[in-house]
Nanobody, 121 residues
Framework: VTLVESGGGLVQAGGSLRLSCAAS????????MAWFRQTPGKEREFVAL????????YYGDSMKGRSTISRDKPKNAMYLQMHSLKSEDAAVYYC???????????????WGQGTQVTVSS
């Protein structure tokens, strides 16, 4: 499976951005797709996940209330709508695919190349 993120870029603080993740093949219903983010020198941080089949979601504390994860089954795509962005949200955002409903990056088998989000103050 290949995952390709897009939608990153430069946004002003307080602004919004939508990230997309395209999967090369349809995930299984039991699959879990997730967004993580990482800044230099720090560990990869969990943002949100979604169970592909049921659409059940779970959010990490970092962007809870300021983001919405969703998926489009026919397009094999996942999205992360972010709003009220802060300077500390600047990071490389990664799309991932796994089998467990988990916020641990070690539970994910496939990763995209990442998309950079920069927030200007």
């Amino acid at each position: 499976v290949t995952l390709v993120e897009s939608g990153g870029g430069l946004v002003q603080a307080g602004g919004s951005l939508r990230l997309s993740c395209a999967a090369s093949e349809r995930p299984y219903s039991s699959s879990v797709m997730a967004w993580f983010r990482q800044t230099p020198g720090k560990e990869r941080e969990f943002v949100a996940l979604i169970r592909w089949g049921s659409g059940t979601t779970y959010y990490g504390d970092s962007m809870k209330g300021r983001s919405t994860i969703s998926r489009d089954k026919p397009k094999n795509a996942m999205y992360l709508q972010m709003h009220s962005l802060k300077s500390e949200d600047a990071a490389v955002y990664y799309c991932s695919k796994g089998r467990e409903f988990s916020s641990s990056p070690g539970q994910y088998d496939y990763w995209g190349q990442g998309t950079q989000v920069t927030v200007s103050s």
